[in-house]
């Protein structure tokens, strides 16, 4: 399987920036896609970017032209977030999800890291 643990999370004033880290352990040769997930007091946790295999990338309508999201070939992930606004308040995890095993016999997996508390605020 695959370990994730994030980490970069704070507090910081509205407009302002954070990147999140999150390092990838494991059998990250299997994996397919990676994303950034948030959960905000009270809401369902909610995508917020990801990028796959083939490089591509996507993002929440939210957080597009302020949120980017990178990654190296060993699947460790960066998430640089700037203008940040208190709506952006939120546990942040890292989330992978892939397959490995013969065609006969495939196995799927999905992986959470811990989380990274990030703050907006005044």
């Known amino acids: 399987q695959v370990q994730l643990m994030e980490s970069g999370g704070g507090s910081v004033q509205p407009g302002g920036s954070l990147r999140l880290s999150c390092a990838a352990s494991?059998?990250?040769?299997?994996?397919?896609?990676m994303a950034w997930y948030r959960q905000a007091p009270g809401k369902e946790r909610e995508v917020v970017a990801r990028t796959t295999s083939s490089g591509a990338r996507d993002y929440a309508d939210s957080v597009k032209g302020r949120f980017t999201i990178f990654r190296d070939n060993a699947w460790n992930t960066l998430l640089q977030m700037n203008s940040l606004q208190p709506e952006d308040t939120a546990v942040y995890f890292c989330?992978?999800?892939?397959?490995?095993?013969?065609?006969?016999?495939?196995?799927?997996?999905?992986?959470w890291g811990q989380g990274t508390q990030v703050t907006v605020s005044s």
């Open positions: 989330n992978a999800r892939g397959s490995y095993g013969p065609v006969e016999r495939v196995y799927e997996f999905e992986s």
């Open positions: 494991g059998r990250t040769r299997s994996i397919n896609v």
